[in-house]
T-cell receptor, first 116, second 111 residues
Framework: DTEVTQTPKHLVMGMTNKKSLKCEQH?????MYWYKQKAKKPPELMFV???????INESVPSRFSPECPNSSLLNLHLHALQPEDSALYLC???????????????FGNGTRLTVT | KNQVEQSPQSLIILEGKNCTLQ??????????LRWYKQDTGRGPVSLTI?????NTKSNGRYTATLDADTKQSSLHITASQLSDSASYIC??????????FGAGTRLAVHP
């Protein structure tokens, strides 16, 4: 079982809904990530948090809003999504906040999001 | 342009056979190269991470090689099992702190 826990596993939402994806890790990792993965494609980076501060935003539309309440939790707030936002959303973590990519990423199993 | 290209796109082998997956990259400057295994509907799991000075690294039945001169890596799977059926993703870290993902190789192991 993965040490990065994501909830919910599946989510169906309408274009006017507001929902949140949650991610939790208790490995003491100081960098956390959100990735988006479409079918048969590699993951695409969305956001990186280092020491609970947003360090990278890969020009993600504002309908996706990340939040890092503490070093163990990462949320992704969703509002007014489009059908093309349907994808697998992966959370990941790595030990170092100052050098996030120095170690392999630990991925969760993702949230399968469907926007109707 | 920084790119990671994997071949083949997909592969079918019989259980017990060996196979080799390829990864060519044009990432510069190079920092390290990782291989991940991703089961369907799950998150990727790290298999190996290799730096410039490492030629070979093993993790059980998985052996990764790296030729930094030709910018090529391979992942060799020995005595394949049904549970090896997955996508295998090659990821290169650039010296500018970016991770560049390959499109993956989808491996199917049949009984």
């Amino acid at each position: 079982d993965t040490e990065v826990t994501q909830t919910p596993k599946h989510l169906v939402m309408g274009m006017t809904n507001k929902k949140s994806l949650k991610c939790e890790q208790h490995m003491g990792h100081r960098a956390m990530y959100w990735y988006k993965q479409k079918a048969k494609k590699p993951p695409e980076l969305m956001f990186v948090y280092s020491y609970e501060k947003l360090s990278i935003n890969e020009s993600v539309p504002s309908r996706f809003s990340p939040e890092c309440p503490n070093s163990s939790l990462l949320n992704l707030h969703l509002h007014a999504l489009q059908p093309e936002d349907s994808a697998l959303y992966l959370c990941a973590s790595s030990p170092s906040g100052s050098d996030p990519y120095n170690s392999p990423l630990h991925f969760g199993n993702g949230t399968r999001l469907t926007v109707t | 342009k920084n790119q990671v290209e994997q071949s083949p796109q997909s592969l079918i082998i019989l259980e017990g056979k060996n196979c080799t997956l390829q990864c060519n990259y044009t990432v510069s400057p190079f920092s390290n190269l990782r291989w991940y295994k991703q089961d369907t509907g799950r998150g990727p799991v790290s298999l190996t991470i290799m730096t410039f000075s490492e030629n070979t690294k093993s993790n059980g039945r998985y052996t990764a090689t790296l030729d930094a001169d030709t910018k090529q890596s391979s992942l060799h799977i020995t005595a394949s099992q049904l549970s090896d059926s997955a996508s295998y993703i090659c990821v290169v870290r650039s010296g500018y702190n970016k991770l560049i993902f390959g499109a993956g190789t989808r491996l199917a192991v049949h009984p």
